[in-house]
């Protein structure tokens, strides 16, 4: 099992920039995908960005692609999330969360954090 907690979350303009970030404590995290998911109020939990803790290797949902980079410091334990050009629609509680490689479900889940973008 992971230990996740967020931190970064807040309320910015359109347009502004925000920095999400989850650390990460347990087991080795080398063998762990990380990913960063996100809920706005009414709708279901979406995918939002992922990367391999070993290799570094991203993936990104295509509405914020260009907009949104993943990154992990290794020594840190950490996975950060770099939000740029925000939009009102990207308001949501973020959560990060950590998934086996190789398997599809992400077990450990973090508390979340809102993020809250005005107009």
């Known amino acids: 099992q992971v230990q996740l907690a967020e931190s970064g979350g807040g309320l910015v303009q359109a347009g502004g920039s925000l920095r999400l970030s989850c650390a990460a404590s347990g087991r080795t995290l080398s063998s762990y995908v990380m990913g960063w998911f996100r809920q706005a109020p009414g709708k279901e939990r979406e995918f939002v960005a992922s990367?391999?803790?070993?290799?570094?290797?991203?993936y990104y949902s295509a509405s914020i692609k260009g907009r949104f980079t993943i990154s992990r410091d290794n020594a840190q334990k950490t996975v950060s999330l770099q939000m740029n050009s925000l939009k009102p629609e990207d308001t949501a509680v973020y959560y990060c969360?950590?998934?086996?490689?190789?398997?599809?479900?992400?077990?450990?889940w973090g508390q979340g954090t809102q993020v809250t973008v005005s107009s």
């Open positions: 969360a950590a998934r086996v490689a190789g398997t599809l479900q992400y077990n450990d």
């Open positions: 990367i391999t803790w070993s290799a570094g290797y991203t």
